[in-house]
C-alpha cells in the first residue's frame, strides 16, 4: 500500500518544497511514475492556495491578500515553472532554429523576452486573482494548479521528447502507461463538474483540453515535441484558464 502512493510523494517532492521526506518517495522508477499524479500534486498546491488566500482575506483587502496569495504560490511551487517558462520564451522568440532553440533553452540566464514573459505572466495572474468573483474566488484557486498540470500530462503524453541527449524532462516520455491519461482526464473532469457545476465546468474542460491542444501544435512546429522548460512554461499559461473564464462567464452574465 505505502509503495502505491511513493509517485505521489515523488511528485510533490518534485513540483513543491513541501518537507516530503526522500524515504516516502521511493526509487528511480517511483521518479519516473510520479509524472502520472501531477494533478494530485495540482490538487494538494490549489487546496492550499486557497486556504491561504481564504485566510489573508480576513485580515486584509483583496488586492493586498491576492498578492500574498500569489507570493506563496510562487514560493510553494520554488519558482520551478516560471523558470520554464522564462527559457522557452528565450527560445521561442529568438528567430533561430530548432537546434539553437534547445541549446537556448539550456542556458540558466534569462534574456529580454525571459524578463518580459515573467513579467507579465505575474502581473497577469494578480490582475486574475484580483478579479476573481468571492462565489467562486476559492474554486477557482484550486482549479488552476490542478489544469496546469494536466495539460503537461496531456503535452507529454502526445509528443516526444525533443532531446537526443535526454534532459530534466525526459523521465515524463513513458506513452506506455495508461495511467498518466487516467488521471489527469479524472482529475480534469470530476473536479471542475464538482467545483464549477455542470456549465461553467464543461466550458472549463473544454478550454483546458483546447489550449493544450494548441499549445502542443506550436512546440510541434517549433521544436518537434517537448522539454522539460516547456512543461513548465505549459503549466503557467494553463493555470490562467480556469480564473479567466470564471471572470469571462462572471463578466457576461452567464453566472
Request: one cysteine or more; hydrophobic letters at 55%; aromatic letters at 10%.
Amino acid at each position: 500500500m505505502i509503495r502505491s502512493f511513493q509517485p505521489i510523494f515523488s511528485a510533490l517532492r518534485f513540483l513543491t518544497i513541501l518537507p516530503v521526506p526522500e524515504s516516502w518517495c521511493g526509487d528511480i522508477d517511483s521518479f519516473k511514475k510520479s509524472a502520472n499524479w501531477y494533478p494530485v500534486a495540482g490538487l494538494v498546491l490549489g487546496i492550499l492556495a486557497a486556504c491561504c488566500d481564504y485566510l489573508l482575506r480576513f485580515v486584509l483587502p483583496v488586492s493586498v491578500a491576492s498578492f500574498f496569495t500569489l507570493v506563496f504560490i510562487v514560493a510553494l511551487t520554488g519558482a520551478l515553472h516560471l523558470d520554464g517558462l522564462a527559457d522557452s520564451a528565450d527560445a521561442f522568440f529568438s528567430g533561430r532554429d530548432r537546434a539553437r532553440m534547445l541549446e537556448i533553452m539550456k542556458d540558466s540566464s534569462s534574456g529580454p523576452m525571459g524578463v518580459i514573459s515573467l513579467v507579465l505572466l505575474l502581473l497577469g495572474k494578480y490582475v486574475l486573482l484580483i478579479s476573481l468573483p468571492g462565489a467562486l474566488r476559492f474554486q477557482a484557486l484550486i482549479m488552476m494548479p490542478v489544469c496546469g498540470r494536466c495539460a503537461v500530462a496531456f503535452i507529454s503524453a502526445r509528443l516526444t521528447y525533443s532531446r537526443v541527449e535526454g534532459g530534466t524532462g525526459a523521465f515524463a516520455q513513458d506513452k506506455n502507461d495508461p495511467s498518466r491519461m487516467t488521471v489527469a482526464w479524472l482529475a480534469l473532469i470530476v473536479l471542475s463538474l464538482l467545483l464549477f457545476g455542470l456549465g461553467t465546468g464543461v466550458i472549463t474542460i473544454i478550454a483546458v483540453l483546447a489550449v493544450s491542444f494548441l499549445l502542443g501544435r506550436y512546440y510541434l512546429r517549433k521544436i518537434g515535441g517537448y522539454t522539460g522548460d516547456i512543461l513548465g512554461a505549459t503549466t503557467e499559461i494553463v493555470e490562467l484558464v480556469p480564473a479567466i473564464l470564471v471572470i469571462m462567464l462572471k463578466h457576461l452574465g452567464g453566472m
